[in-house]
């Protein structure tokens, strides 16, 4: 960025009250700005990946896939607890993007997306899960496991190398939180929030199971499982943004169920 640039976002944000009130480091506003229009960005990408694809999986309704433009975002803070990383923003846009180009079968931008998660975050391997589920017994069987090989093959290089890059860093490879979700198990208010908000889920897309898409019933199966398997050990039970890499399917789940409560049948069943 040119130094011109970098003066006027100093200039502009030095001692402003949103600057005091975010708490943003005065030597760092720069990096601030940038990572909020990316924030910004992201969300923005979020918010028309999911309008596509209610208009995929439930076309009768256009209408309704213009409200998905907002409804997504709204659903969102329910998943905010303790903070977020700054990754979570690029992981809710690359894996709703990414299941929007699987549903499409656009492969080279699916590939594009696929490199992008991978970067950002390790839980792109359950694209590859999920391209399995889009592509079985849909392309000729060599060509099938050689995409799924290559992209094996691709995510092994893109983490290996990020760890060896970062292999000198201070920290530990992963971090366990098995103690703290044997504690939330015995608080009554943390265990009460936990089936809570999981419960609502649950009962949002179990409703009318069979009857909705097939994809997006497997696609969350090959996500969540694994993550649920997961979280035991490697993250806070209590903190759903944990399963963001879940997220469109929740929220294309539930659409449904939230629609039976104003009578609006998306099958157009009598």
Same mark, same amino acid.
């Given at each position: !960025?040119?130094?011109?640039?970098?003066?006027?976002?100093?200039?502009?944000? &030095?001692?402003?009250?949103?600057?005091?009130?975010?708490?943003?480091?005065?030597? %760092?506003?720069?990096?601030?700005?940038? #990572?909020?229009?990316? +924030?910004?960005?992201?969300?923005?990408?979020? =918010?028309?990946?999911?309008?596509?694809?209610? #208009? =995929?999986?439930?076309?009768?309704?256009?209408?309704?896939?213009?409200?998905?433009?907002?409804?997504?975002?709204?659903?969102?803070?329910? +998943?905010?607890?303790?903070?977020? &990383?700054?990754?979570?923003?690029?992981?809710?846009?690359?894996?709703? !993007?990414?299941?929007?180009?699987?549903? %499409?079968?656009?492969?080279?931008?699916?590939?594009?997306?696929?490199?992008?998660?991978?970067?950002?975050?390790?839980?792109?391997?359950?694209?590859?899960?999920?391209?399995?589920?889009? $592509?079985?017994?849909? !392309?000729?069987?060599?060509?099938?496991?050689? &995409?799924?090989?290559?992209?094996?093959?691709?995510?092994?290089?893109?983490?290996?190398?990020?760890?060896?890059?970062?292999?000198?860093?201070?920290?530990?490879? =992963?971090?366990?939180?098995?103690?703290?979700? $044997?504690?939330?198990?015995?608080?009554?208010? %943390?265990? $009460?929030?936990?089936?809570?908000?999981?419960? !609502? $889920?649950?009962?949002?897309?179990?409703?009318?199971?069979?009857?909705?898409?097939?994809?997006? %019933?497997?696609?969350?199966?090959?996500?969540?499982?694994?993550?649920?398997?997961?979280?035991?050990?490697?993250?806070?039970?209590?903190?759903?943004?944990?399963?963001?890499? #879940?997220?469109?399917?929740?929220?294309?789940?539930?659409?449904?169920?939230?629609?039976?409560?104003?009578?609006?049948?998306?099958?157009?069943? &009598?």
């Amino acid at each position: !960025m040119p130094d011109f640039c970098k003066e006027i976002i100093n200039e502009g944000l &030095q001692d402003t009250r949103l600057v005091k009130k975010l708490g943003w480091e005065p030597e %760092r506003l720069v990096d601030y700005t940038v #990572a909020s229009f990316i +924030f910004f960005g992201c969300f923005l990408g979020l =918010a028309f990946a999911l309008r596509s694809l209610i #208009a =995929a999986f439930y076309p009768r309704y256009v209408l309704l896939s213009e409200f998905g433009l907002s409804l997504g975002l709204i659903t969102l803070p329910i +998943f905010f607890r303790y903070y977020n &990383q700054i990754y979570d923003p690029a992981t809710l846009l690359l894996f709703a !993007m990414g299941i929007l180009l699987l549903t %499409r079968k656009s492969l080279h931008w699916y590939y594009l997306c696929f490199v992008l998660a991978s970067i950002n975050k390790e839980t792109s391997v359950l694209l590859i899960l999920l391209f399995y589920v889009a $592509f079985r017994g849909k !392309m000729p069987f060599s060509r099938f496991v050689s &995409q799924i090989t290559f992209q094996v093959i691709l995510y092994i290089i893109i983490r290996g190398a990020i760890s060896y890059a970062f292999e000198d860093n201070e920290g530990s490879f =992963a971090q366990f939180h098995l103690g703290y979700n $044997f504690y939330v198990l015995t608080q009554s208010t %943390r265990l $009460f929030y936990v089936i809570t908000v999981y419960g !609502m $889920f649950a009962l949002l897309i179990l409703r009318r199971w069979n009857e909705k898409p097939a994809f997006l %019933r497997s696609g969350l199966i090959v996500t969540l499982t694994p993550l649920i398997a997961l979280v035991f050990v490697f993250g806070n039970l209590d903190e759903p943004r944990v399963y963001y890499e #879940a997220f469109p399917f929740v929220f294309l789940l539930s659409i449904p169920s939230v629609m039976d409560v104003f009578d609006v049948d998306l099958y157009g069943n &009598q």
